[in-house]
């Protein structure tokens, strides 16, 4: 009978999930670090299967590099939609491969050591992630605001990724240091490759918020935050004339960083402002304004629901769904069968 060890059926799942982000991309520019971070997982599967299902101990020279190029990758995918760096792209790609150099050196001097490195590199970076996503969904920027909330969850489970797969690590040195390795099947089928999977799904619904292409717009005023209550109104006035003048809030691509540039006030002034003044973040905000015309246009019209949708700035069903039922407490249907 033929043995197919675990790690294959993650990779094979994690390969399947790799392609349906693809084909649900096609149409639109993909974000590489977050495809890059499910293949990376496809890899680092393989490879655990090679060692742990078949005894191949060769695989013990690459599937640590392997490893220490993961929680880079997850933080590049982040940083996209969060800042854009102001590094050139050389430099932030030799920046993030130091640690699989790293781990290279300690694979030629030090083997013993890479277990405890890799842990390091894992925590280092679960913290920078979690550092980047402090003031919540808006600290994604660059994200459209219809997948902020969503994608902002997905990072935070990839972080939490990052941490399961340190963790695990941790256990199978200690596994090997005081019980030769007797538990570490088990720890690495169970914890490890959880993980993985994990990191994957959470890289796939990350991908679904990408930045935008670039445009070349006025640039916002210098960062300043005040907490006078009276800026906060002039702050939040402004947004509402340019919400219901201009219509945003009907652009698919709004952000944060656009909105900031359009209305000439710092994005985190913004996000401030509607944070304490009315105890949401900027997506929910301008998420309110496009229910609220869904539910004008479904009241008033015989439009399609999906017609509805696309019109106020909804890209996908899911979305529009769970945002209009978390302004209204029932679906769009049913909104149309009560209003109707």
Known sequence: MIFIPLPFVIALLLLILFVAVIRRDEEMQPSRPFLALILLSVAQSILSGLRWGYGVQAVGYVAPVIAALVPPLAFAGVSRLVRTSRRPLPVRIALHAVPAAFILVLIALWRDAIDIALVLIFVGYALAILLL???GADAL?????EGAV???RAIIFAAVALCVSAAVDTFVFFDFTWAHGEHALALISVGNLGGLVILGAAAAAASRSRAPAETVEAPAKTERIDDNTSEDKET?????ALMEARKLYRDVNLNLDRLARKAGIPARQISAAINRAMDKNVSQYVNDYRIAEACRLLSGTEKPVTEVMFEVGFQTKSNFNREFRRVTD???VAWRQREG
């Open 133 to 135: 996503m402090r003031p």
């Open 141 to 145: 920027r660059l994200a459209p605001f």
């Open 236 to 240: 939040i006035a402004t947004i509402d």
């Open 330 to 332: 029932m679906t769009p």
């Open 150 to 152: 969503p994608a902002y």
